[in-house]
Nanobody, 124 residues
Framework: VQLQASGGGLVQAGGSLRLSCAASGRTSSSDDMGWFRQAPGKEREFVVVIQGSSGRTVYADSVKGRFTISRDNAKNTLYLQMNSLKPEDTAVYYC??????????????????WGQGTLVTVSS
Protein backbone atom coordinates (compact mmCIF):
# COMPACT_ATOMS: atom_id res chain seq x y z
CA VAL A 1 0.00 0.00 0.00
CA GLN A 2 1.32 3.42 -0.96
CA LEU A 3 -0.09 6.64 0.47
CA GLN A 4 0.42 10.10 -1.00
CA ALA A 5 -0.66 13.06 1.11
CA SER A 6 -1.22 16.52 -0.29
CA GLY A 7 -3.02 19.77 0.41
CA GLY A 8 -0.87 21.35 3.07
CA GLY A 9 0.15 24.97 3.00
CA LEU A 10 0.22 28.29 4.80
CA VAL A 11 -3.06 29.66 6.15
CA GLN A 12 -4.06 32.35 8.60
CA ALA A 13 -5.66 31.50 11.89
CA GLY A 14 -9.36 30.90 11.41
CA GLY A 15 -8.87 29.67 7.88
CA SER A 16 -9.45 26.27 6.32
CA LEU A 17 -7.53 23.63 4.43
CA ARG A 18 -8.42 20.25 3.01
CA LEU A 19 -5.83 17.50 3.01
CA SER A 20 -6.02 14.54 0.68
CA CYS A 21 -4.39 11.13 0.87
CA ALA A 22 -4.41 9.00 -2.26
CA ALA A 23 -3.97 5.29 -1.66
CA SER A 24 -2.67 2.81 -4.20
CA GLY A 25 -1.54 -0.77 -4.26
CA ARG A 26 -3.28 -3.47 -2.21
CA THR A 27 -5.85 -1.18 -0.67
CA SER A 28 -9.23 -2.14 0.67
CA SER A 29 -12.26 -0.14 1.69
CA SER A 30 -12.23 -2.12 4.94
CA ASP A 31 -8.78 -0.78 5.92
CA ASP A 32 -8.70 1.50 8.92
CA MET A 33 -7.17 4.86 8.10
CA GLY A 34 -6.29 8.02 9.92
CA TRP A 35 -4.47 11.28 10.17
CA PHE A 36 -1.65 11.95 12.58
CA ARG A 37 0.50 15.02 13.00
CA GLN A 38 3.88 16.00 14.35
CA ALA A 39 4.66 19.52 15.44
CA PRO A 40 8.25 20.79 15.66
CA GLY A 41 9.95 19.37 18.70
CA LYS A 42 7.01 17.17 19.62
CA GLU A 43 6.07 13.56 19.22
CA ARG A 44 3.65 12.36 16.58
CA GLU A 45 0.06 12.50 17.80
CA PHE A 46 -3.21 11.13 16.59
CA VAL A 47 -5.68 13.54 15.02
CA VAL A 48 -8.51 11.34 13.77
CA VAL A 49 -9.06 7.76 12.65
CA ILE A 50 -11.82 6.08 10.70
CA GLN A 51 -12.77 2.43 10.75
CA GLY A 52 -13.11 1.01 7.28
CA SER A 53 -15.71 -1.62 8.06
CA SER A 54 -18.12 0.67 9.92
CA GLY A 55 -17.18 4.26 9.14
CA ARG A 56 -16.82 4.89 12.85
CA THR A 57 -14.55 7.82 13.66
CA VAL A 58 -12.57 8.93 16.67
CA TYR A 59 -11.27 12.48 16.97
CA ALA A 60 -8.67 13.97 19.24
CA ASP A 61 -10.28 16.43 21.66
CA SER A 62 -8.10 19.21 20.29
CA VAL A 63 -9.69 19.02 16.83
CA LYS A 64 -13.20 17.85 17.62
CA GLY A 65 -15.78 20.11 16.02
CA ARG A 66 -13.23 21.72 13.70
CA PHE A 67 -11.82 18.83 11.65
CA THR A 68 -13.75 16.27 9.62
CA ILE A 69 -12.41 13.05 8.16
CA SER A 70 -13.98 11.41 5.15
CA ARG A 71 -13.09 8.83 2.56
CA ASP A 72 -14.08 8.20 -1.02
CA ASN A 73 -13.61 4.48 -1.56
CA ALA A 74 -14.27 4.78 -5.29
CA LYS A 75 -11.27 7.11 -5.56
CA ASN A 76 -9.22 5.37 -2.85
CA THR A 77 -8.79 8.75 -1.22
CA LEU A 78 -8.92 9.90 2.38
CA TYR A 79 -9.65 13.53 3.23
CA LEU A 80 -9.25 15.80 6.20
CA GLN A 81 -11.25 19.01 6.17
CA MET A 82 -9.73 21.43 8.66
CA ASN A 83 -11.70 24.50 9.66
CA SER A 84 -11.11 27.23 12.25
CA LEU A 85 -7.41 26.51 12.16
CA LYS A 86 -5.26 27.62 15.05
CA PRO A 87 -1.51 28.27 15.25
CA GLU A 88 -1.21 25.18 17.45
CA ASP A 89 -2.43 23.08 14.51
CA THR A 90 0.87 23.81 12.77
CA ALA A 91 2.51 20.44 12.06
CA VAL A 92 3.40 17.91 9.43
CA TYR A 93 0.29 15.86 8.81
CA TYR A 94 0.58 12.20 7.93
CA CYS A 95 -2.04 9.83 6.63
CA UNK A 96 -1.82 6.23 7.71
CA UNK A 97 -3.52 2.92 7.05
CA UNK A 98 -3.73 -0.54 8.56
CA UNK A 99 -5.59 -3.71 7.88
CA UNK A 100 -9.06 -4.12 9.31
CA UNK A 101 -9.25 -4.96 12.99
CA UNK A 102 -12.01 -5.51 15.49
CA UNK A 103 -11.00 -2.46 17.52
CA UNK A 104 -10.28 0.95 16.04
CA UNK A 105 -6.84 2.04 17.20
CA UNK A 106 -5.59 5.58 17.76
CA UNK A 107 -2.02 4.41 18.32
CA UNK A 108 0.39 5.25 15.53
CA UNK A 109 2.27 2.03 16.35
CA UNK A 110 -0.68 0.04 15.01
CA UNK A 111 -0.55 1.64 11.56
CA UNK A 112 1.91 0.10 9.16
CA UNK A 113 1.43 2.21 6.05
CA TRP A 114 2.31 5.88 6.05
CA GLY A 115 2.25 8.76 3.61
CA GLN A 116 5.17 11.15 3.29
CA GLY A 117 3.54 13.97 5.23
CA THR A 118 2.30 17.38 4.23
CA LEU A 119 3.15 20.57 6.12
CA VAL A 120 0.40 22.75 7.51
CA THR A 121 1.43 26.14 8.84
CA VAL A 122 -1.10 28.35 10.58
CA SER A 123 -0.05 31.94 11.16
CA SER A 124 -1.47 34.06 13.96
Amino acid sequence: VQLQASGGGLVQAGGSLRLSCAASGRTSSSDDMGWFRQAPGKEREFVVVIQGSSGRTVYADSVKGRFTISRDNAKNTLYLQMNSLKPEDTAVYYCAAKSRALLLSISSDEYNYWGQGTLVTVSS
